[in-house]
T-cell receptor, first 112, second 115 residues
Framework: DQQVKQNSPSLSVQEGRISILNCDYTNSMFDYFLWYKKYPAEGPTFLISISSIKDKNEDGRFTVFLNKSAKHLSLHIVPSQPGDSAVYFCAAFTSGTYKYIFGTGTRLKVLA | GAVVSQHPSRVICKSGTSVKIECRSLDFQATTMFWYRQFPKQSLMLMATSNEGSKATYEQGVEKDKFLINHASLTLSTLTVTSAHPEDSSFYIC???????????FGQGTRLTVV
């Protein structure tokens, strides 16, 4: 039972354009969501997070949107840069547990 | 951000031998650490939650006698893959949560190859 899903395994975007990565979840107990970036053979690197009491969080080129009623979150990267090319995982957990549940990842390729 | 160090980064071992992977939180005390496993092109799957000073909590389907976890101090957790088999070959990642932050910090991962 996949509680966190990323339905797009890959995404290609032109440099300078917006990248939108999507994530859906099923467990309504999740109250914290995060996005991680991962290169092959490395551990994930934290990008940005959002708590369930908010619907938007912005940090530089990265913005995360949360739609609780739809159980959906998205990561927007604008403008996209070739260095953003990596696999992006969304993760969710319930406060107090730190027990992350990861999505399956989306491989982003930013074309120069 | 906080630093979590994991080693070795890469290990090759023979079938039937045991391999130990270490995970250290370098600049904060981690009462809880997590161990994940990632198969190629798949998500990170939580294997177990490592609690300092007590037994680890394993996820369903993870053999606790196969994957021994020890969390003897607030800065060190170890995962030992016992009697390794080729199907244990995978990428193993640990993480630790800093009580002062919400996000977890991940180690660099260990690529285990059992031949």
């Amino acid at each position: 039972d996949q509680q966190v899903k990323q339905n797009s395994p890959s995404l290609s975007v032109q440099e300078g354009r917006i990248s939108i990565l999507n994530c859906d979840y099923t467990n309504s107990m999740f109250d914290y969501f995060l996005w991680y970036k991962k290169y092959p053979a490395e551990g994930p690197t934290f990008l940005i997070s959002i708590s369930s009491i908010k619907d938007k969080n912005e940090d530089g080129r990265f913005t995360v949107f949360l739609n609780k009623s739809a159980k959906h979150l998205s990561l927007h990267i604008v403008p996209s840069q070739p260095g953003d090319s990596a696999v992006y995982f969304c993760a969710a957990f319930t406060s107090g547990t730190y027990k992350y549940i990861f999505g399956t990842g989306t491989r982003l390729k930013v074309l120069a | 951000g906080a630093v979590v160090s994991q080693h070795p980064s890469r290990v090759i071992c023979k079938s039937g031998t045991s391999v130990k992977i270490e995970c250290r939180s370098l600049d904060f005390q981690a009462t809880t650490m997590f161990w994940y496993r990632q198969f190629p092109k798949q998500s990170l799957m939580l294997m177990a939650t490592s609690n300092e000073g007590s037994k680890a909590t394993y996820e369903q389907g993870v053999e606790k006698d196969k994957f021994l976890i020890n969390h003897a101090s607030l800065t060190l957790s170890t995962l030992t893959v016992t009697s390794a088999h080729p199907e244990d070959s995978s990428f193993y990642i640990c993480s630790a949560s800093n009580p002062m932050n919400t996000e977890a910090f991940f180690g660099q991962g260990t690529r285990l190859t059992v031949v």
